[in-house]
C-alpha cells in the first residue's frame, strides 16, 4: 500500500522541468488527445455565446481561413475565435512574457526577464496604449469582439483539449484579457524598437573622446542609397528644429580623456511601377526578417465583412490584418529603426531615491509597485522608480542581472516611444478597408510605434513607400549618448508632423523600396536616427529592379532568394589584394583560389562563402577587438560601413595597430593574419576543403519550438542566404512570411511562411508550408470574393452561430 501510495504521488507530482507523468500519460487528458488527423470533416456547425449573427469559415489545403461575417463585430469574433484555436499557447505564452508573468509557470528561473519586461515599463506602456484604444469606438470593438472570441475557445476546452505545451508545462489556459491584444503590440516594439546603443556610445565617448567618436560613428554612412530617393524636394515648410542643450555641446567639443543592434538583420519590400511590369500593373513584394519558429509568428487568414475583403497575416493575439492585400490595395513593412528611445542621467537628492532634480528643483519619484507570482515559492515585490522621463530601469548595481541586459545604464531613466498612449489598430482598420492611396497616407497618421516603412502599390497604378511613425522633435545627434535627465532641453519637443514623414509616391526610377537603410539623405530637415542598417541590401535590391523591364511574379520571387553578396563586391577585391600568397602553404593557396574563382553568392553549396564570411568576421574583430573588447566597460563597436571604409582607403590607420606587441600593424598585417587563422581552423574544424566547407553546412540555420522544445523544430537547414543579402536567412533569423502581390483588375497574392497554420505538433497542419518555404516557392493565396464563390481548393467549412 505504501510503495502504491508513493507511486500515485509520484505520478501526480511535477518535478523540475518534468510533468506530473500520470496526467501527461493519461489516455484521455493526456498527449494522445494532441493527435490530429488530417483527414477534416467536411462539414462542422459551432453555436458561440456574443455572435451576433451566422459566419461561415472556409478551411483551404492548407486548413488557412476565410472569414465571412455578416458584420465587423462577428468578423472580429471569429478572428479571435479561430486564432485561439490554432495557436492558444503561443498567444498565452507572448503574452505572459510581455507582461513579465513566465515565473507564474516556470519558476524562479524566469524572475529576471519578468523583472526586466516590468522594470522596462511593458505594462506600464500596454496599459496606456490600451487607455488610446478604448477610445476609439471602432478599435475598441475590434479588441472587445476578438478578445471575446478568444474567450469563447478558452471556455469550450476540456483538460484533455488544451494544447501540448500546457500539459508539459502542467498549467492551464486563463481568460484572455483587452490588454494582451495590446502586449502583442509592445512585444513587436521590443523586438523592433528596443534596442539601444547610448550606453556603448557614451562610454566610447569617455574613452576615445568626441573627435575619434565622431571619425568612427558618422551620421551619414560611407556607402549610402537612402529610400526616399537622394534630392527629393519636400514640400512642407519644417518647424523649427530644438537647439542642442549645452551639456550635449560640451560634450562634444571638450577633449574628453579616456541590447546592442545586431547588423545584417532586416528585412526588405518593394514595388514596382506599372511601366516595368508584363501586366502593366505594380508589383509588391515584402519578406519581413524575424525570429523564425515554430509556431511562426505569422497567422495566414482572409477577413470579409460588408466593410472589407482582406487577405494577408495577422499577429496571433491581435485584430486585423498585419501585412497583405484587399481588391485595391495592397502593403508591406519593414523596420525604419528610428531613435525612439533614449537614456536620461537622473541626479537623486540622497540615496532613498524619493527625490530627483528636473528643471532646477527637486520633483517626487513616482513608485510603480509590480507584483512578480513565482511557482513553487513567495510572489516578488518589485518596485520601481518613475521620473519626468520614465522608468529607471536599474536604479542601483545590485538590481542589475549579472552577465545580463549590460546595455542598460544603471541609475538612468528610459523615454520610450511604447510607453505613450497609441492607436495601431485602427491603422490596421484602415488599411485593411483602404481603396487609394489617400486612404493609405491616412491610414498611416494612426501608427505610432514601432516605427515602419510602409510600402504600398495600387491598382490605380500607383506605388509609394513611406516610413512612418510617431517620430519625436529632436536636435541633431539627440540620443546617440546618455543625456542630463535634469535638463529640459533634453527633453523630446514635441512630434514631427505626420503629413511630414519622408514620403515618395510614384518616383521616376519606377520603383521604391527599403531594406532598413537611412530613410533619407542629409537634406530631410529633421534627425530621425544616425545609424541605420548597411546599404548592401538595399543596393542590391536596386540594382536588380533598376534594369528590370516586363517583370512577373516569378521575377519577384526569385529576387527574394538573391544571394549576391554587396560587402563581398566591395571588399573582397582589397583584401585579395593585401593577402601574401607567398606566405601561404598548399591547403592555405587551396582556399586562396577558392575564395577567388568565388562568385560572391552566398548559395548553399559555396565553399567560398564559408571563406569569405569567416575571413571578414576575423579582420573586422581582430581590427576593433584590441581596443573595443573590454569585459569591464560595455563599448560600442563600429559598423562593417566604417570598417570598410577603413580598409579601402585608410590602410595604416592606427585602429589597425594592436598596442600590445612592438611593432606597428597595417591593413595588409591584419587581413594576412585573419586569413591564415580563418583557413588553419577551417582545415583543423572541417578537413580538406569539400562537402563540409559549403556554407550550407558551415553556416548554422534552424527553426526551433517558441519554447525550445527538443524534437519540435526543424534541426539545421541546408540553404544559402545571410545577413547583408536579399535572402537574409542566418541562424534563426530570416524571412517570417514572403509575399508577392500582383495587382490589377483582379489582384493575385502569393506567399508562405515558415511551418504550418497550426500551432499543435501532432497536426499535419503545424509544418505543412516549411517545405514550400525552404525550397523558395510560394503559394497562391486564396482570395474569394464570398462565402459562396467555389473553389476546389476549399476542403471543409465551419459555421459558428449565436447560442
Known amino acids: 500500500m505504501l510503495i502504491t501510495g508513493a507511486l500515485i504521488w509520484a505520478l501526480d507530482t511535477k518535478f523540475g522541468d518534468i510533468p506530473p507523468i500520470g496526467a501527461f500519460l493519461n489516455p484521455s487528458t493526456g498527449f494522445w488527445q494532441n493527435a490530429e488527423s488530417k483527414n477534416i470533416l467536411p ?153 539601444s546603443d547610448q550606453f556603448g556610445m557614451t562610454n566610447d565617448l569617455k574613452r576615445f573622446g568626441a573627435k575619434d567618436v565622431n571619425d568612427l560613428f558618422p551620421d551619414y554612412p560611407f556607402h549610402e542609397d537612402p529610400i526616399i530617393p537622394a534630392g527629393t524636394k519636400w514640400n512642407f515648410k519644417p518647424l523649427p528644429i530644438p537647439k542642442p ?14 541590447k546592442e543592434i545586431m547588423p545584417g538583420i532586416g528585412s526588405n519590400n518593394w514595388a514596382f511601377s506599372g511601366s516595368k511590369t508584363a501586366s502593366g500593373y505594380p508589383i509588391l513584394a515584402n519578406d519581413p526578417h524575424l525570429n523564425l519558429t515554430f509556431p511562426s509568428i505569422w497567422y495566414q487568414l482572409q477577413l470579409s465583412s460588408p466593410t472589407v475583403n482582406v487577405c494577408g497575416v495577422s499577429l496571433p493575439g491581435a485584430p486585423g490584418v498585419v501585412i497583405g492585400f484587399n481588391q485595391k490595395i495592397s502593403w508591406g513593412l519593414t523596420n525604419v529603426d528610428a531613435d525612439v528611445l533614449d537614456w536620461y542621467q537622473i541626479k537623486f537628492k540622497d540615496s532613498q531615491k524619493n527625490e530627483y532634480w528636473y528643471n532646477n528643483q527637486w520633483n517626487k519619484v513616482k513608485k510603480r509597485v509590480e507584483v512578480i507570482k513565482v511557482l513553487g515559492g513567495q510572489p516578488v515585490i518589485d518596485t520601481v522608480l518613475y521620473t519626468v522621463h520614465g522608468p529607471v530601469v536599474y536604479a542601483n548595481a545590485a538590481e ?88 529640459p532641453a533634453n527633453d523630446w519637443q514635441g512630434w514631427i508632423p505626420a503629413d511630414q514623414n519622408p514620403t515618395v509616391k510614384n518616383p521616376p526610377p519606377g520603383f521604391v523600396h527599403s531594406a532598413n537603410e537611412p530613410p533619407t539623405d542629409a537634406s530631410y530637415p529633421y534627425y530621425i536616427n544616425w545609424r541605420y542598417d548597411q546599404y548592401y541590401r538595399s543596393k542590391r535590391i536596386a540594382d536588380k529592379l533598376t534594369p528590370m523591364h516586363n517583370a512577373t511574379i516569378d521575377s519577384m520571387r526569385v529576387m527574394q532568394l538573391d544571394n549576391y553578396s ?198 499535419f497542419f503545424y509544418n505543412d508550408m516549411f517545405t514550400t518555404w525552404r525550397d523558395g516557392k510560394l503559394n497562391e493565396l486564396l482570395f474569394l470574393n464570398s462565402a459562396g464563390e467555389d473553389s476546389k481548393r476549399i476542403k471543409s467549412t465551419l459555421t459558428l452561430t449565436k447560442k
Open 43 to 195: 462539414t462542422e456547425d459551432l453555436q458561440l455565446k456574443g455572435l451576433q449573427d451566422k459566419v461561415i469559415i472556409k478551411y483551404d489545403e492548407h486548413r488557412i481561413p476565410h472569414i465571412f461575417a455578416q458584420n465587423d463585430h462577428d468578423l472580429y469574433y471569429a478572428q479571435g475565435f479561430l486564432t485561439a484555436r490554432d495557436r492558444l499557447w503561443e498567444m498565452d505564452i507572448q503574452t505572459r512574457s510581455a507582461a513579465g508573468r513566465l515565473a507564474e509557470i516556470v519558476g524562479p528561473k524566469a524572475l529576471d526577464i519578468d523583472r526586466y519586461h516590468r522594470r522596462m515599463g511593458m505594462v506600464y506602456g500596454a496599459e496606456n496604449s490600451l487607455r488610446g484604444v478604448m477610445k476609439n469606438p471602432v478599435s475598441k470593438m475590434m479588441v472587445l469582439a476578438y478578445t471575446d472570441g478568444v474567450n469563447g475557445y478558452i471556455h469550450s476546452l476540456g483538460q484533455k483539449d488544451y494544447p501540448i505545451e500546457f500539459k508539459l508545462l502542467n498549467y492551464a489556459p486563463e481568460d484572455w484579457q483587452p490588454i494582451n491584444c495590446i502586449f502583442l503590440l509592445k512585444l513587436m516594439s521590443e523586438t523592433l524598437a528596443g534596442g
Open 245 to 258: 542643450s549645452a551639456g550635449f555641446n560640451a560634450q562634444m567639443t571638450e577633449s574628453i580623456h579616456t
Open 400 to 487: 542589475q542581472p549579472k552577465g545580463h541586459h549590460s546595455n542598460i545604464p544603471v541609475g538612468d531613466a528610459l523615454r520610450w516611444i511604447a510607453h505613450d498612449e497609441s492607436d495601431e489598430l485602427m491603422c490596421l482598420y484602415l488599411l485593411n478597408r483602404g481603396k487609394n492611396y489617400d486612404d493609405y497616407r491616412k491610414a498611416l497618421t494612426y501608427f505610432t510605434a514601432p516605427a515602419q516603412n510602409f510600402i504600398f502599390a495600387s491598382s490605380d497604378k500607383d506605388i509609394a513607400i513611406t516610413p512612418n511613425g510617431k517620430f519625436p522633435l529632436k536636435y541633431k545627434d539627440q540620443g546617440k549618448f546618455i543625456m542630463d535627465g535634469s535638463d
Open 566 to 763: 554587396i560587402l563581398a563586391q566591395d571588399i573582397l577585391p582589397a583584401m585579395l589584394k593585401y593577402l601574401d600568397t607567398t606566405k601561404l602553404h598548399a591547403d592555405q593557396l587551396n582556399a586562396y583560389d577558392i575564395v577567388k574563382t568565388w562568385d560572391k553568392h552566398y548559395a548553399a553549396n559555396a565553399m567560398g562563402a564559408s571563406i569569405f564570411n569567416k575571413w571578414w568576421r576575423q579582420l573586422y574583430d581582430t581590427t576593433w577587438s584590441t581596443r573595443f573588447n573590454n569585459k569591464s566597460v560595455y563599448l560600442k563597436t563600429p559598423s562593417y560601413d566604417r570598417t570598410e571604409k577603413l580598409i579601402l582607403t585608410e590602410p595604416n590607420s592606427k585602429w589597425f595597430d594592436n598596442p600590445a606587441t612592438p611593432q606597428k600593424e597595417t591593413c595588409a598585417d591584419v587581413v594576412n593574419a585573419a586569413f591564415i587563422t580563418v583557413v588553419n581552423n577551417m582545415l583543423h574544424n572541417y578537413g580538406k576543403p569539400g562537402e563540409k566547407w559549403e556554407w550550407g553546412n558551415v553556416k548554422d540555420t534552424f527553426i526551433d519550438h517558441l519554447a525550445g522544445l527538443p524534437g519540435f523544430g526543424t534541426g539545421q537547414i541546408f540553404t544559402g542566404g545571410t545577413g547583408g543579402v536579399i535572402n537574409a536567412l542566418r541562424d534563426n533569423n530570416g524571412p517570417s512570411w514572403r509575399m508577392v502581390v500582383q495587382m490589377g483588375p483582379t489582384v493575385k497574392g502569393y506567399g508562405v511562411f515558415p511551418g504550418g497554420e497550426s500551432g499543435n505538433p501532432g497536426s
